[in-house]
């Protein structure tokens, strides 16, 4: 969490929202000092059948005009003017979801939840929902109907894996018959990435904290960045206000 911050603070610093699905009261009353606005999660969304419903929710939940939402196991390495100019244009800023299309990404129940043939979502990219960034107003209706899917992703996913990218992916070609532009892959990398991407986003390696990993002298870097951090109030509503 520190070096997920700190990465923020140092490379993009904007007001910041962490919602709290688990925090330990040291990790939160570190954030409220460095005035980071810390929101609880209705219970429905922490049971486990909810999983998917939680990222279109905290969009929708967002008091920013401009939100990029990254989880918490990303790092931004570089300030990235790109993703706010597009966002304040009024684009759905996401990335792609490596080689996969979104046909891989669902299975039937899904397509067929959203009014969509299996089949047609052969070929289209799939985008990752991990980092995505948008204007809430503008894109309600895309969010809302990828809650829907994430709330009713239990029931209607169908046997086989664990598709994490059915309900957003599959969402917006309902409502767009196509999918969205991805970013370039300069961009944002996942976990294959190397600590010297030149990757403006990158989504930590699940060993980036082992002592032995290449990532490590990077995460130290940005947990650095958040102890220096300048201890503040926490954000208030009229201050994320004036910020949008």
Known sequence: MKAFVGSVFANWPRPVIVYDLGLKGDQKAALLERGVRVCGVPPHLMRRQAL??????????STFRYTLFLDATCLVLRPIPEVEEA?????????????????????????????VPHEELKGIPAFDEGVIGLSPDKHACFLSRWYEGGMAYHKIRGDGAFRDRGPANVAWYSLHKAPPALRPQDLYNNASAA??????????????????SEWRPVVERFEKAFDMSPTTPQTTEKEIRSAN
């Open 52 to 61: 998917f419903a939680r990222r279109p929710w905290f969009l929708l939940a």
């Open 195 to 212: 600590p010297d991407s030149d990757a403006a986003i990158v989504r930590l390696p699940p060993s980036a904290c082992d002592a032995s």
């Open 87 to 115: 966002v304040r244009n009024g684009e759905l800023s996401v990335c792609g979801d490596g080689e996969h299309d979104v046909a891989s990404r669902c299975s039937p129940g899904i397509a067929a939840f959203y009014g």
